[in-house]
Structures are given as structure tokens and as C-alpha cells.
């Protein structure tokens, strides 16, 4: 992408339009923030519950005054330890985020993406943008340009290529709300990383009063019907299903964590692209490294 691509991007953005921009975990959906329409655009687009929170993108933590209540002490640590990168953090909703972004909710997701193109278009575009996964609710997220494409087709102004995405699954969400950090979305940073990095305990958590996005019981689904099996009666399954007159895919991941996680989504995509009626996998063994992996998997197997 040159700096002309660039500079379309932002010119559509500031028109109110909406781009599809790579991030270094997935490909999003960005529009203004403040502009009511270009919302109102994105939820459409993906099909979206106008109740499910969006995540606010900026190309630096300065970048977001006035869209947060204040900076806690806790975001200033982890922004200088993980930022730009794969981190979402839960904060107070300053004035200049509206509702329609956050569900409702005095809450706002804000993160700072670790990929050249979408800081270039942040920082062009002189503000936050709302950037969820740039795919239908519910489905698998986009890691590439096509992937993009071939769930959107034309609904999108523009689809800026960044390449595939280096880490390929969304982004650890940590809620700095409460009194003890909880993390609500596993991703590639790690409670004992962020534990480290705050000097202080940090839990896991599901539901509560805060509602983060990508975290359904079911989310990220294939359009296959995906089955978690144990590794040990694998191959029964296949046959069971086979009997029954089912064309079965079997996604064996690789045991790298970082791998299985770069892989994952384009993986199942291609299973969907040959047409498959099931896929069985089996979760990796349960590890921080693999947690990421592990929850969209059983998310994805909820949906189906």
C-alpha cells in the first residue's frame, strides 16, 4: 500500500465512509467514531447487535484523551510495556465516545495496533477510529485482505492490504474497571505477563458487569459445524461421522502456540472453502500460551 493508499483511506474515512484496515491480530472495520452514520454502517455491515461494544483504535495512548475518562495508572503501565501491540483495555468512557460505540455502556475498549498501515492511517486521520473484526458477527475473523473480500465483497469503500496477519487472533482484553484487573478475552498477552508488567495479581474472568466484545459463549464459527474431541477417539469420530454420509475435515494444529494461533482462522477458512460439513478438532493442552487458541475454539464449537 503507498501513501496515496493511504491518503484514500483517510479521505474516506473523514467522508464517513468505511475501510477495512490490517492490524497486526486481525483485519477491522474502521469508521469515525463520532460520526453517528458511518456507525451505524459498521453494525450493519456485520450484522452486528448494536448492544455488543466496538473497540477504539488510536495510533498513540495520547491520542486518546477525551475519548477516555482518564488514563488510570494501569493503562500508562501497560501502554508503555505492550503498546502498540495485541492489548485491549476496559476503561471509564470519556465525553467524546459516544454510546452507540460502547453498547450502552460507560465503559470503552481502547487498544493501539501494532501494524505500520493502520498507525499511518490513525495518525492521518488525527483520531480515534472504531475498528471491530472486519467479517459478519459471529464468523470467523479475517486475517487477510481476501478474507475481507470474501465476506464483504463490496460493502466497504476500500480494503487496505496489509499482507496476512502476524499474529492472528484478536486481542487480550483486560478490564481496568474493577479493582482487581481482570482479563475477559484471552489473547497472546497473558494474565502472568500483564501480573508482571502492573505488579500486581490479575485474574480471569467471565461475565460480570462489563460487556467486551468477541466474548459470546459462541463466536468465531466456521460455517462447517465445528466438534471438539479428544485426541484418543479422534479417528472413531471421523468414521462415525463419515457413516452417516458427512464429508469431515480434521484440524490438527501446530503444537507452537504462536503458530496454531497465526494459522487458526485462515485454516478453518479453508476447511468452509472445501466444503466440509463437519470439522473435528481437538483443544490444545490448557496453558497460558494456548488460551487463546483454546477460547476460540470452544466458542466457535458453541456456535454450532
Known amino acids: 500500500?503507498?501513501?496515496?493508499?493511504?491518503?484514500?483511506?483517510?479521505?474516506?474515512?473523514?467522508?464517513?465512509?468505511?475501510?477495512?484496515?490490517?492490524?497486526?491480530?486481525?483485519?477491522?472495520?474502521?469508521?469515525?467514531?463520532?460520526?453517528p452514520d458511518a456507525i451505524a454502517r459498521v453494525y450493519a455491515i456485520k450484522g452486528r447487535p448494536v448492544d455488543h461494544p466496538l473497540i477504539v483504535h488510536a495510533h498513540e495512548l495520547a491520542a486518546l484523551s477525551r475519548y477516555v475518562a482518564a488514563v488510570p495508572a494501569?493503562?500508562?503501565?501497560?501502554?508503555?510495556?505492550?503498546?502498540?501491540?495485541?492489548?485491549?483495555?476496559?476503561?471509564?468512557r470519556g465525553?467524546?465516545?459516544?454510546?452507540?460505540?460502547?453498547?450502552?455502556?460507560?465503559?470503552?475498549?481502547?487498544?493501539?495496533?501494532?501494524?505500520?498501515?493502520?498507525?499511518?492511517?490513525?495518525?492521518?486521520?488525527?483520531?480515534?477510529?472504531?475498528?471491530?473484526?472486519?467479517?459478519?458477527?459471529?464468523?470467523?475473523?479475517?486475517?487477510?485482505?481476501?478474507?475481507?473480500?470474501?465476506?464483504?465483497?463490496?460493502?466497504?469503500?476500500?480494503?487496505?492490504?496489509?499482507?496476512?496477519?502476524?499474529?492472528?487472533?484478536?486481542?487480550?482484553?483486560?478490564?481496568?474497571?474493577?479493582?482487581?484487573?481482570?482479563?475477559?478475552r484471552a489473547g497472546v498477552i497473558t494474565p502472568s505477563q500483564l501480573s508482571a508488567a502492573l505488579g500486581e495479581a490479575v485474574v480471569e474472568r467471565t461475565g460480570g458487569p462489563v460487556r467486551a466484545p468477541g466474548a459470546l459463549p459462541a463466536h468465531y464459527a466456521p460455517r462447517a459445524r465445528l466438534e471438539l474431541v479428544d485426541e484418543a477417539v479422534r479417528a472413531s469420530e471421523v468414521e462415525r461421522h463419515r457413516a452417516r454420509g458427512e464429508r469431515v475435515g480434521l484440524?490438527?494444529?501446530?503444537?507452537?502456540?504462536?503458530?496454531?494461533?497465526r494459522t487458526l482462522y485462515a485454516t478453518l477458512r479453508a476447511l468452509d472453502a472445501d466444503g466440509y460439513d463437519t470439522i473435528l478438532a481437538t483443544l490444545p493442552p490448557a496453558s497460558e500460551a494456548a488460551a487463546a487458541v483454546r477460547d476460540r475454539l470452544t466458542r466457535a464449537a458453541a456456535g454450532a
Open 1 to 35: 500500500m503507498t501513501d496515496d493508499g493511504v491518503a484514500r483511506a483517510i479521505a474516506i474515512l473523514r467522508r464517513g465512509g468505511v475501510v477495512a484496515i490490517p492490524t497486526e491480530t486481525v483485519y477491522g472495520l474502521a469508521a469515525d467514531l463520532e460520526n
Open 251 to 261: 484440524l490438527v494444529l501446530p503444537n507452537d502456540s504462536a503458530i496454531a494461533a
Open 95 to 184: 465525553e467524546r465516545t459516544p454510546h452507540t460505540v460502547t453498547g450502552g455502556q460507560d465503559t470503552v475498549a481502547v487498544r493501539v495496533p501494532d501494524h505500520p498501515l493502520a498507525l499511518a492511517i490513525l495518525a492521518g486521520f488525527g483520531g480515534p477510529l472504531a475498528a471491530p473484526s472486519a467479517n459478519r458477527f459471529g464468523r470467523v475473523s479475517p486475517t487477510t485482505a481476501q478474507h475481507v473480500r470474501d465476506d464483504l465483497g463490496d460493502a466497504v469503500e476500500l480494503i487496505v492490504d496489509g499482507g496476512s496477519a502476524r499474529i492472528g487472533v484478536e486481542s487480550t482484553i483486560v478490564d481496568l474497571t474493577s479493582a482487581v484487573p481482570a482479563v475477559l
Open 74 to 92: 494501569s493503562l500508562a503501565v501497560l501502554a508503555r510495556h505492550f503498546w502498540p501491540g495485541p492489548l485491549t483495555a476496559i476503561v471509564d
